[in-house]
């Protein structure tokens, strides 16, 4: 089993920059690959940025170029760096985790066994 708790959501302008943080806990092999996915509201869940088993990172379209994941060697704790935050950003973030993500489905909410409660970010 997994526990995840985000932190460092809030509110920030247009432009600025937000850095959420993920703590993992539990069995090494269950937390393989971890990834943050997002949900606006009234919209579906969006997986925004994942890192694999291997190290390799996955993102978005929607957040290329602006957001990055970097993370401790102990894959203790996984953050969410966010750049040039957006009106459109503006979500609840969930980090999420699991022992394998498929090729190829990297950004797929389905692929995660276990989520955190989830930090709200709101950009105006």
């Known amino acids: 089993h997994v526990q995840l708790v985000e932190s460092g959501g809030g509110s920030v302008q247009a432009g600025g920059s937000l850095s959420l943080s993920c703590a993992v806990a539990?069995?090494?092999?269950?937390?393989?690959?971890m990834g943050w996915v997002r949900q606006a509201p009234g919209k579906e869940r969006e997986g925004i940025a994942t890192?694999?088993?291997?190290?390799?990172?996955t993102y978005a379209d929607s957040v290329k170029g602006r957001f990055s994941i970097p993370q401790d060697n102990a894959k203790n704790t996984l953050y969410l760096q966010m750049n040039s935050l957006k009106p459109e950003d503006t979500a609840m973030y969930y980090c999420?985790?699991?022992?394998?993500?498929?090729?190829?489905?990297?950004?797929?909410?389905?692929?995660?066994?276990?989520w955190g409660q989830g930090t709200q970010v709101t950009v105006s």
């Open positions: 539990g069995p090494a092999h269950l937390k393989n690959c």
């Open positions: 890192l694999d088993n291997y190290g390799s990172t």
């Open positions: 999420a985790a699991d022992s394998v993500i498929l090729p190829g489905r990297e950004l797929e909410d389905s692929q995660y066994t276990y």
